[in-house]
């Protein structure tokens, strides 16, 4: 049983920083890529960072010098660090993980509760 669980949201003004941690428990043979996603007030979920299990990384525009994703492999655990923080990012954070338990099987999506962050003075 995969489960992904988020932590560190909360109130934080302009300018500040936060950092949200995703543990990863479970059966897991092998991971494609782990990310951050977010719904903020008026769009669609977005992608907001993204790293390969090569390690690269891939960020949205906007948040591009602002936001860092990086990995623990001891802790089993994801960070997303955030950085100059402004209202607009204001909105739930997903932790998301496409990941398979063995070479035959499919590659699954899994996804934790969200966890919310709120910008405001």
């Known amino acids: 049983q995969v489960q992904l669980v988020e932590s560190g949201g909360g109130l934080v003004q302009p300018g500040g920083s936060l950092r949200l941690s995703c543990v990863v428990s479970g059966s897991i043979g092998s991971i494609n890529h782990m990310g951050w996603y977010r719904q903020v007030s008026g769009k669609q979920r977005e992608m907001a960072a993204l790293?390969?299990?090569?390690?690269?990384?891939n960020y949205a525009d906007s948040l591009k010098g602002r936001f860092t994703i990086s990995g623990d492999n001891a802790k089993n655990t994801v960070y997303l660090q955030m950085d100059s923080l402004k209202p607009e990012d204001t909105g739930v954070y997903y932790c998301n993980m496409m990941a398979r338990s063995s070479w035959d099987d499919p590659w699954r999506e899994f996804w934790g509760q969200g966890t919310l962050v709120t910008v405001s003075s």
């Open positions: 790293m390969g299990s090569g390690g690269a990384t």
